[in-house]
């Protein structure tokens, strides 16, 4: 079966740093975009990191410089490293992967929660 497994969540102070892992089976991983999605409390869902089979990234206005997303294919991974957390980054994020020849072709994980908390 397809499965996407986030992890790295947890309680962390305001100006530190956390790195978020998806782990993907089931599916060829290298040729799949890979993002991550955040939603925090009240808040509808919003893409902060896209990084394709290619390598190239992007990110969310709201978190470029702050966040790096990097993939390792042979460990079917996908990372995201993120820097000077603040509250508003206290959020639900989840990994997805989308298949380039078929955009509607989509895979969600569960999502790990973090907060970011003084």
């Known amino acids: 079966q397809v499965q996407l497994v986030e992890s790295g969540g947890g309680l962390v102070q305001p100006g530190g740093s956390l790195r978020l892992s998806c782990a993907a089976s089931?599916?060829?991983?290298?040729?799949?975009?890979m993002g991550w999605y955040r939603q925090a409390p009240g808040k509808q869902r919003e893409l902060v990191a896209l990084?394709?089979?290619?390598?190239?990234?992007n990110l969310a206005d709201s978190v470029e410089v702050r966040f790096t997303i990097s993939r390792n294919n042979t460990q079917n991974a996908v990372n995201l490293q993120i820097n000077s957390l603040n509250p508003e980054d206290t959020a639900v994020y989840s990994c997805n992967a989308k298949y380039p020849f078929r955009p509607s072709l989509r895979y969600w994980g569960q999502g790990t929660q973090f907060t970011v908390s003084s």
């Open positions: 089931g599916i060829t991983f290298s040729v799949y975009h």
């Open positions: 990084i394709t089979s290619s390598g190239s990234t």
